[in-house]
């Protein structure tokens, strides 16, 4: 067994190693390389060529890149611009206007890209135009769609719950489930804010002309594509008919379908899908690595067992280890990717919480709540330079002053989930 002051100075090391801008996967390895030497020497490096062959050798891990090439392709072959004028013409009536338009494309296209960033870039393309032309407090609109993005690694299919139930061995299916009601509350909670601000101060957004009904019918076609391609994964999964890696290549044949329907599919248009599919699983996977690697020297030092017998001492109420697992995220999501928080602490923190009587499910929905706020918040969130990136204009400040209104949202959620864990467990449970 380590000390604990060992624990605490090789999590700092982390901490210091990302804050000085190394790649995540470098730091979580130089982490676990020093920890491994420090006590057994060169012998801990052995496994390491091994352990990588077990962690690539993972077929749900396969499911990643398909869920990133089925959204490339439904991206670049216009699908998103055609699916968020359909729903604009629906939702343009309520008080906020384009502003629900935001948040309701978010969700939308998260049930079919797995990933918060690539919604957050996907969704700010093809809001600002639409906005230019409009009086809509800018900020709000900025706020919109950075808050209205995190929706993308918790609606199914997720990525971010992908690797949750790889390095937990829990279900991805029932996962999968646990995340559609508080994905849906949480678009429902982000919709409230802004109706309640565009009531109280109604030059945040312009009263939209309604769309004749003609139109908004001929336009439900649009919302089809994406329909499809959810029910295409999500059914093949909850049917018994694929895995969730195999449901994720039945929707890459059902995006490639799609796209080449419409006339859209070109050799330009694949190559360059397949090329940003193999950057960002390039980028995943490594970080993966050594994420394993640093759960494998964690494990072998005895600490998350020394970690969660300190813990299950306490003898605190759940909601007061709840309240300190949110500020510890919060402060850990100040420094470090998303992606890099959750994968760096379930090592320590799974075991702790499985210990506490806490539900694997509930804690992977939490979890990925709190990477949410991590994508929202300075210094380190994604979003909020995707958005600003997209944007080509201005500061970033006005981005992070445009979500401040929402963070209450996930604060709201993660209060009411704490209350009715049923929230998450009961879809799964019941439909498993």
């Known amino acids: 067994m380590v000390g604990l002051e060992v624990i605490v100075i090789g999590f700092l090391l982390m901490l210091l190693m990302l804050f000085i801008g190394l790649h995540i996967a470098t730091a979580l390895f130089l982490t676990a390389a020093a920890g491994a030497w420090w006590f057994f020497g060169d012998t801990m490096f052995r496994p390491f060529g091994t352990l990588m062959w077990g962690t690539l050798n993972n077929f749900l891990l396969v499911a990643i890149p398909l869920y990133v090439l089925m959204g490339e ?5 216009g699908v998103t611009t ?5 729903i604009d013409d629906w939702l343009r009536r309520l008080p906020g206007g384009l502003l629900h338009t935001n948040i309701a494309a978010s ?7 797995g990933s918060s960033v690539a919604t957050a870039g996907t969704i700010g393309t093809v809001a600002f135009p639409a906005f230019r032309t409009k009086q809509y407090a800018e900020r709000w609109v900025l706020g919109t769609v950075a808050s209205g993005a995190t929706l993308g690694i918790l609606i199914p299919p997720s990525i971010n719950l992908i690797i949750y139930g790889a390095l937990t061995n829990t279900s991805v299916g029932q996962l999968f489930l646990a995340g559609v009601v508080p994905g849906l509350l949480l678009g429902s909670l982000l919709m409230g804010i802004i109706i309640t ?3 109280l101060y109604p030059g945040v957004a312009e009263r939209a002309e309604p769309v004749p009904w003609s139109v908004k019918v001929g336009r439900l076609k649009d919302l089809l594509p994406p329909l499809f391609i959810f029910i295409v994964v999500m059914g093949s999964i909850y049917s018994g008919w694929a895995t969730p890696t195999e449901a994720a ?4 044949v059902a995006a490639f379908v799609l796209v080449t329907a419409s006339g859209q599919m070109s050799s330009k248009l694949l190559v360059d899908s397949i090329l940003s599919t193999v950057r960002v699983t390039a980028m995943t996977l490594l970080i ?3 994420a ?3 759960n494998f020297v964690v494990g072998v030092l005895g600490i998350p067992q020394q970690v969660s017998s300190a813990m299950a001492s306490l003898d605190v109420p759940a909601w007061q280890m709840v309240f300190v697992l949110v500020v510890f995220y919060v402060l850990l999501g100040c420094f470090m990717d998303s992606l890099a928080m959750m994968i760096s602490s379930i090592p320590i923190v799974f075991p702790v919480v499985m210990a506490l009587g806490f539900d694997p499910l509930w804690f992977g929905v939490f979890l990925v709540i709190m990477c949410e706020i991590a994508l929202i918040t300075p210094p380190v969130g994604m979003n909020l330079y995707v958005v600003q990136a997209v944007r080509g204009r201005g500061s970033v400040s006005d981005v992070v002053r445009g979500v401040l209104p929402f963070i209450g949202c996930f604060a709201v959620l993660i209060f009411l989930l704490t209350l009715f864990p049923d929230l998450v467990t009961w879809l799964p449970k019941t439909l498993y």
Do not use: P
Not at 73 to 77: H, K
Not at 249 to 252: F, N, R, Y
């Open 73 to 77: 392709i439904l991206v670049r072959g």
């Open 82 to 86: 055609r699916m968020y004028v359909a």
């Open 107 to 113: 969700a939308v296209f998260a049930s079919i890209s």
């Open 197 to 199: 601000v565009a009531v």
């Open 249 to 252: 290549g039945l929707g890459v």
């Open 288 to 290: 993966l690595i050594a």
């Open 292 to 294: 394993f690697y640093l």
